[in-house]
């Protein structure tokens, strides 16, 4: 009788693992490339608005410095491997050539009416090597659609669903492979045929076909624990947040937390002072990637065409600073089971641990302790619940000779994709 629990126990254990949502492999690979940038440009930055009020006259848009380089450089020199360029923002303007509106790209003075800041977006990252999103947006100010792409009437339905599909299609099949494709504020209407078609292994956020989800604000900062799973639900499943996160759930979606380098989104000629100070920026790396998030960080061009000096330079701080903490650790071990070690040559002082599941098995950890060899016993060092694609536990520098994770609640075998320890802070 008494072996009944146990018998049971191992009957049902591998079911509950075989049932956990599981990343798909582009899913593994977005979450792998931690961050990207956001690039917002549109005619709100000559107006000092964070959206178009359709005042400015084309024939004022003309950014005569506008360098795709510059722009992809600073995402690369911040250590993004993504780049997603704001094609067209709430109000309506196109910077590509389309044929479905003049409120574009052609009708400014800006190389004749000929170029085509997409196409160069492209180039720029082949050429660094970052792979490339697209935000297009559903609302349109200029054709009087709202959040979502609700148009007023039926009539004006069918016009705008014809007018975003074929948006969709010029972005998705003209400039190379997408990464990442952005419909924010969620998609009223089915454009999956276009994205099978032109963009299959493209990464969705919100609609229909959405395969990661908002965090929720604006701010960088991701919920803990902040778990990959969701269950599915037609009805919500575009515009889910990081709060609808549940490790029991029947899908896999992972979060994009977003933010911006000064407080608004745009340009102005008054935020120059809200460019963040360098720890505000490691805060929020370490309260997204290091919640098991992607970070997706905006910088803005001015009205030249070019990201400003400071914006270019907090960028490649920021980089440096992440490289520097957390690029070389002191020992990293990986591993299954309940425990994994780690043996420095010789005791080091640590105050950083970083862990990584393997998310392929499904999101199998729900509760951990980190634990350091001091002076002959283990002294715990961090706990935690989810770990998913990544988990940063900062604490009180110590010196160890060992360290280990030891995984307290789990669902299926736990599998440890790395731990690796760090004297990071530098402050003790």
């Not at 400015?56 to 450089?73: A, C, E, F, R, Y």
């Not at 003049?102 to 160069?120: E, H, L, N, Q």
Request: a neutral charge; proline letters at 6%; aromatic letters at 10%.
């Amino acid at each position: 009788m008494i072996l009944i629990p146990a018998i049971l126990a191992t009957l049902i254990r591998p079911a509950i693992q075989a049932n956990l949502p599981k990343p798909t492999p582009q899913q593994v690979e977005w979450q792998d490339a931690e961050m990207g940038m956001f690039l917002h440009f549109a005619p709100n930055t000559w107006q000092d608005l964070e959206g178009d009020n359709l005042s400015t006259p084309l024939s004022q848009i003309n950014p005569t410095k506008l360098d795709s380089d510059q722009w992809v450089k600073t995402a690369k020199d911040m250590g993004c491997k993504y780049f997603v360029f704001v094609a067209k923002h709430v109000g309506g303007f196109c910077w590509w050539q389309t044929e479905t509106t003049d409120y574009s790209v052609k009708s400014i003075p800006w190389r004749g009416g000929k170029g085509d800041v997409m196409a160069d977006v492209a180039k720029s990252c082949k050429k660094y090597g970052l792979k490339l999103g697209v935000y297009l947006s559903p609302a349109d100010g200029k054709h009087g659609i709202e959040v979502g792409g609700q148009a007023k009437n039926a009539e004006e339905q069918a016009k705008y669903i014809k007018i975003f599909r074929t948006q969709l299609t010029e972005l998705l099949s003209k400039y190379g492979s997408i990464f990442e494709v952005w419909f924010d504020g969620s998609l009223k209407f089915d454009v999956g045929d276009i994205l099978q078609k032109y963009a299959p292994k493209a990464i969705v956020f919100q609609g229909p076909q959405a395969s990661i989800r908002w965090v929720g604000n604006e701010e960088g900062m991701a919920p803990y624990p902040c778990w990959n799973g969701a269950k599915f639900d037609p009805k919500t499943w575009g515009v889910l947040t990081a709060a609808d996160g549940n490790p029991d759930g029947d899908r896999w979606l992972p979060t994009e937390t977003d933010c911006r380098m000064r407080d608004t989104w745009f340009w102005n000629t008054k935020n120059e002072p809200t460019v963040k100070p360098l720890e505000k920026l490691m805060e929020m790396y370490d309260n997204s990637v290091g919640h098991g998030t992607v970070l997706i960080l905006n910088n803005t061009p001015d009205t030249t065409g070019l990201i400003p000096a400071a914006d270019v330079k907090r960028a490649k701080e920021f980089g440096d600073e992440i490289k520097r903490r957390y690029s070389l650790p002191i020992v990293y071990s990986q591993g299954k089971g309940e425990t994994v070690e780690a043996m420095p040559s010789s005791p080091s002082t640590i105050d950083t641990a970083i862990t990584m599941e393997d998310t392929t098995g499904g999101e199998r950890i729900r509760a951990y302790v980190i634990e350091g060899m001091v002076d002959g016993a283990w002294k715990e060092l961090a706990t935690g619940t989810a770990i998913g694609h990544k988990k940063i536990d900062h604490f009180d520098p110590v010196k160890v000779s060992k360290v280990r994770i030891r995984i307290t609640k789990s669902v299926g075998e736990p599998l440890i994709r790395r731990i690796a320890v760090f004297h990071a802070m530098l402050n003790g």
